[in-house]
């Protein structure tokens, strides 16, 4: 259970996978009028502009931050806005200044104004040279992508501005989402979600990844319990403010095919590997979450069966209402 605070939230990037979901459940946790939604190309879906305030945001440009904090007197920040991984393998340059520059501008206005910061890392930070099974919460990072590279350094970002100015900024290291509700956003581990939506659709799926490569995953629900659990855990507990490694389960294509046909038997998948592959296979297999659950009482719910029960049967439902 999370504690009821008197909180003002802005959630940066609130129209992407994890911000539309998350923004919602801030809202059921905290009061719709206290967590403002911020997006900046992506149209908002009539439930996060029906649910509470939106603005659109350019968080690259500080005095926009600092402007929406100081109108609604806001003391944490969910800062979720990011060119993802293989969205950035294609225009580097620009995955770059967004990544960087719209952290490094949350960060200046919450050492200005005493903010709370939530940061999203991921095993996008780790390479073919940190160990692939059990990857360790401390090993080597040098990653492959340049998506990783702004994981990695604004890790340590967080760090220096946690150790320099005393900014209370956490995150975890998130391994690929799983979500029912918002639909790929330029990933690579987004096959697990985009598989999903052509198996109830149309019985099909050709594999951007081949069929033995094991990824760690998260469903949703346990993406935003991670979140709202660190951020309400006390300070004392946090101990590690680069980033925590946190995991749910791991499986390869060919596994959650074969569990999506105990659900849809005639469902067939195959496997055309892209540039994609090689991403996938510089990541790690399984992650070693021992620090998040030890620290702060990490412990997700789902596993692959519940996951792939509960996708479908949500998907399921709204493909046969014709809202898929």
């Not at 500080?62 to 929406?68: H, P, S, W």
């Amino acid at each position: 259970m999370y504690r009821k605070q008197s909180k003002k939230i802005l959630v940066t990037g609130a129209t992407g996978q994890i911000g539309s979901e998350l923004t919602l459940e801030l809202r059921n946790k905290y009061g719709k009028e206290n967590v403002v939604a911020a997006g900046h190309k992506r149209k908002p879906s009539e439930a996060l502009l029906g649910s509470g305030p939106f603005e659109f945001l350019d968080a690259t440009k500080r005095e926009d931050v600092e402007k929406i904090v100081k109108e609604y007197d806001v003391d944490t920040v969910y800062h979720l806005a990011a060119v993802l991984s293989a969205v950035g393998e294609e225009n580097p340059q620009n995955a770059w200044n967004i990544n960087m520059g719209s952290l490094y501008n949350v960060l200046e206005v919450a050492r200005q104004y005493g903010l709370k910061v939530f940061w999203p890392s991921s095993i996008a930070v780790f390479g073919p040279e940190a160990p692939r099974v059990k990857t360790p919460q401390n090993t080597v990072l040098i990653p492959r992508t340049m998506y990783g590279v702004t994981k990695v350094a604004g890790e340590l970002l967080c760090n220096y501005y946690f150790l320099r100015y005393g900014v209370d900024v956490r995150s975890v290291r998130y391994p690929g989402i799983i979500s029912s509700e918002t639909p790929p956003g330029g990933g690579t581990t987004d096959y697990a979600v985009e598989i999903f939506y052509e198996a109830v659709r149309h019985k099909r799926y050709t594999c951007f990844l081949r069929a033995d490569t094991v990824l760690p995953m998260m469903y949703m629900p346990d993406c935003i319990n991670a979140a709202i659990t660190l951020m309400e855990a006390e300070a004392s507990r946090v101990k590690c403010r680069t980033s925590y490694n946190v995991a749910a389960m791991s499986f390869s294509p060919a596994e959650l095919a074969a569990e999506i046909r105990k659900h849809i038997p005639e469902f067939v998948c195959e496997y055309k590997p892209d540039f994609r592959q090689k991403i996938a296979d510089s990541w790690p297999m399984s992650i070693d979450d021992s620090a998040a659950r030890e620290d702060w009482g990490w412990n997700p719910k789902y596993d692959l069966a519940t996951m792939t029960r509960d996708m479908i049967e949500k998907l399921s439902r709204r493909f046969a209402e014709g809202r898929l």
